[in-house]
Every structure is written in C-alpha cells, then in structure tokens.
C-alpha cells in the first residue's frame, strides 16, 4: 500500500527556519520522482521542489530558490525540504508526494496536475 506522511511543520518567525520531513512506505523513494506542494485557502496549490529518482537531479520554484533544499535518504525511505530564510508568504499547508510515472519534476514545479500519491499535509506558518 503506497503511503506518505508529512511532518515537521510548526510555526516560525521571519527568517527562521524548519525541516519537513516525508516518511513513504509501500515504494521506494529512489525509483520515482518526488516533491512538494504548497497551498493556501483559496488559492491553487504550488509546485515547491521536486528531486529526480536515480540522479536525484533538483527543482524548484522561483519562489523558494536559494532559500529551500530538497533531499532525500533512501535507507530511511525518507525525503527531507529544508527551509531556510522563511518569509511570511511561505505559509501554506505543504504536501510531498510522487510524481506520476509518465510526468516529470519540471511538470510538477509548473502547477501541473503530477502527483498520483500525496499525504496529508503539514501546516507551516510564518509570522510574529
């Protein structure tokens, strides 16, 4: 059974930090393209990050780039987003996921429909 389960989000202040953590089981992490969504009330969700299976080759938005880095420890079976230098439009429910077989990482980051697997999403919020 295909499932992941998000952790790690919290509140924080302006230029703190967090690490989200995504714990999958039924697959591994390694053999498929994996990544992160955010979405707030009202809004279409974001493509965050994304890491490719193999190379493990990274993504991310225009947004989060320099701020966010994704990685991934394929003993653990788990993905890691650390986020750094966090701002207060950073707040969003964020979501890992796998990218569906016939989709890429690039399709992802462009708000494409790509996910096929997704947990239930952790809240970050950043403010005083």
């Known amino acids: 059974q295909v499932q992941v389960v998000e952790s790690g989000g919290g509140l924080v202040q302006p230029g703190g930090s967090l690490r989200l953590s995504c714990a999958a089981s039924?697959?591994?992490?390694?053999?498929?393209?994996i990544g992160w969504i955010r979405q707030t009330p009202g809004k279409e969700p974001e493509g965050v990050s994304c890491?490719?299976?193999?190379?493990?080759?990274?993504y991310y938005a225009d947004s989060v780039k320099g701020r966010f880095t994704i990685s991934r420890d394929n003993a653990k079976n788990t993905m890691y987003l650390q986020m750094n230098s966090l701002k207060p439009e950073d707040t969003a429910v964020y979501y890992c996921?796998?990218?569906?077989?016939?989709?890429?990482?690039?399709?992802?980051?462009?708000?494409?429909?790509?996910?096929?697997?997704w947990g239930k999403g952790t809240l970050v919020t950043v403010s005083t």
């Open positions: 039924g697959f591994r992490l390694d053999y498929y393209n």
């Open positions: 890491i490719t299976k193999s190379q493990g080759n990274t």
């Open positions: 996921g796998r990218v569906k077989a016939t989709y890429y990482c690039s399709d992802l980051i462009l708000g494409s429909d790509a996910m096929d697997y």
